[in-house]
């Protein structure tokens, strides 16, 4: 699942670089207030702990948000100041790795929980069962997120944000075609009867297509949706070659057989341009993607009529399970000041900063009651309400895929295989099994380390 | 008398080594430091915090015997030189003879075709990526209009690579700068001879011309075989950092990248690292014993 993990933090990626040209190009504005927090940083710190806090949340809409968190903490006592530093997303880690290496690094990083364990197992994030020993705040947050953060049973690090994939659907399509706009598709069975009814086609173009599985999520997010578990167990045993991932695989190639290449490809290149997605033009009536992807239809298209949506089930009881990510706030190896960053952390994780943030940027949060809480925010219109109470209710049913230790990077063995029977050169069957013996390689490699 | 000179000899020295002296320290420090660091931790199971232990050849081992994706990597890396060395050589001599006519409008053709040079970096690749889109990218668009149905460049593993090269031949302005720049040096008398003489202008290009540029054709030659084997920003932005369909992107540095700074294998990528370090090795010292056949220098005596 890396790699749709991948897919999403990169797209971030070249926003927040793209972003950072623009702060430079839009002149030294960005500059002096950033500086002139820092002095007042410095100035406060007389006589405290400076507690240095680095993010990647430079862009308009999430530093201010972040920055007023950090504001209400320093506030709010008068010992510790939390320094918040920008480190843009190409390099925070790259750089974070480093300072640890020279032994001086920052207090509290912002952090992808799928790599939490293995940063833990490396040394490079601390072991925080010693303050969860005298305040336990494990309960705050979504089980599924502990889970991720846990290495031998020790958290290394705490769960901020999470998000999910949900289903939204054009109403005003289900209606036009006779289907009943307040019944999306259950299962995987339905979810082709619906499409095939929202296709029209007119001569050899389609003018709507129904639905393609493959657009917004990758294989992947199917393969867990069928089978409920990752592909390689904490244990690192490899389930890849299953009779549930070949019947999922077989699904997928079915879609891809029914709309053909062409019409894939240039659908796929309309949704990655980012600048006329199908589905608000209504030409596409249903598609898989993210909570916060709601807020793009607000801002293009607020005029679609769209509801939303748990995944379909792969048949009737199989579970309507989801694929989830997040990031975590971690206290690097090293630090002068774990006490107070603990401070920090448990601030940056309380139910009022986490619905701040919820609202403010429009974000799934780890913390359970402050989730509820921002579903019910009267400083959300209703239909924003809407959408994030589905993405509430819908975290009961989100996975998520921590790097296996076994192997961690065992989706570069397995995404060329599955890209070879979506190329139509290699049966699932024969794909399959290659790629079960590659991984459970790697993990035999991996032990003998 | 002869001590005398010896002195002021060294002492001349000594000062020449004084000034360069911050290349010195700056080599040592960040460079040959690092080096001799990364040959040492190649040889152990390094992972930057918590362990080096020394685990003797079996980085190299595995990555010559088991790994799976290696020679992957190291396949495509060596496509994408193959390749790409010669095409951007050609081109930018191509391009640099068309740019020495003498006809009208010449500089503003040369602006145009060193532009590419200028920009540089993730904004090209972005538009790229643009420009190559199987059903709305201007690359098909134009081929579409000679009948041409064109391929499905970065989502289809046989062209991915392809790609990239079509790329970097876009922008051989650079090259074609160095080249214009050492065409201009080549004597008008060599050609006014070879015109007494009667030669063609495929004659005059292919006995004056060509020889006089040899020793850029050499320096080019090297220079882009070296940063050739190096590619991986390209690779890594243009298939959304997955290393493309069927890994045919995955070239070697992306590969050492990953086990670096994603699984954290540091001691095993930078076994990768000197892999690299020897195959570029080797290939340069070949090129060095085989230029003194074909570079050309001016005023040079050949036996």
Known sequence: MKNMEENELFKKRLLFSLMAVLLVLSGCAGFQTGKENEVAAEADAEGKVVVDFWTFWGSEIRRPVIEKIVEDFNKSQDEIVVKHTFVPWGDIWTKELAAIAAGDPPDVVINDINATALRGQKKQAMNLSEFLEKDDISARFYPELWEATLYEGDSYGIPFNTDTRILYYNKDAFEEVGLNPEQPPKTWDELKEYAAKLDKKNGDTYERLGFYPLFGVNYDVWMLNGSGHNFVSPEGEVQIDTETNLETLNWLLEWKNHYGENVVNSVKSQIDSQQANPFFTGKLAMFVNTPTFYTQIRDYAPDLNFGVAMLPEKEEGSGHTSWGGGFVAEIPEGSSHPEEAWEFIKHLTDKEAQEYWAVKNYDNVANTEAAEAAAKSPDMPEKDQVVYQTAVDNMQNTLLTPFPLAAPDFPTLLNPEIDNVLLGKKTPEQALKDAQAAVEQLVEENKSK | ?303
Do not use: C
Request: net charge positive; aromatic share 18%.
């Open chain 2, 1 to 303: 008398m002869k001590r005398k000179k010896f002195n002021y000899k060294r002492q001349e020295g000594l000062v020449g080594y004084v000034f360069i002296l911050p290349w010195i320290i700056g080599f040592l420090l960040f460079t040959a430091g690092p080096l001799l660091f990364s040959l040492v931790a190649s040889f152990t199971n390094y992972n930057i915090t918590s362990q080096m232990d020394f685990v003797g050849f079996r980085n190299y081992e595995k990555l010559l015997f088991d790994d799976q994706l290696f020679w992957t990597s190291l396949w495509n890396t060596l496509y994408y030189v193959a390749f790409s060395v010669p095409l951007t050589t050609i081109g930018a001599i191509f391009l640099s003879v068309l740019l020495n006519q003498d006809v009208p409008g010449l500089r503003f053709f040369r602006t145009i075709y060193y532009l590419p040079a200028v920009l540089s970096g993730v904004g090209v690749y972005l538009l790229w990526m643009q420009l190559l889109d199987p059903s709305t990218g201007l690359v098909n668009l134009v081929l579409g209009w000679f009948g041409i149905d064109g391929p499905n460049w970065l989502f289809d593993p046989e062209w991915t690579k392809p790609s990239l090269i079509l790329m970097k031949l876009w922008g051989v302005g650079g090259g074609m700068l160095l080249y214009m720049a050492s065409l201009q040096g080549v004597s008008k008398s060599l050609y006014e001879a070879a015109q007494i003489d009667g030669a063609s202008k495929w004659q005059q290009f292919r006995y004056i011309t060509l020889p006089m540029i040899t020793p850029v054709i050499f320096f080019d030659v090297v220079t882009s075989l070296i940063g050739g084997f190096q590619i991986f920003q390209e690779a890594y932005v243009m298939s959304n950092g997955t290393g493309g369909p069927v890994n045919s992107l995955l070239f070697y540095n992306y590969y050492m990248w990953n086990k670096a700074f994603k699984v954290f294998d540091m001691g095993y990528a930078m076994a990768m690292s000197w892999i690299l370090f020897i195959i570029v090795f080797i290939l340069t010292m070949i090129n060095l014993k085989l230029a003194p056949r074909w570079v050309h220098y001016e005023g040079e005596a050949k036996r």
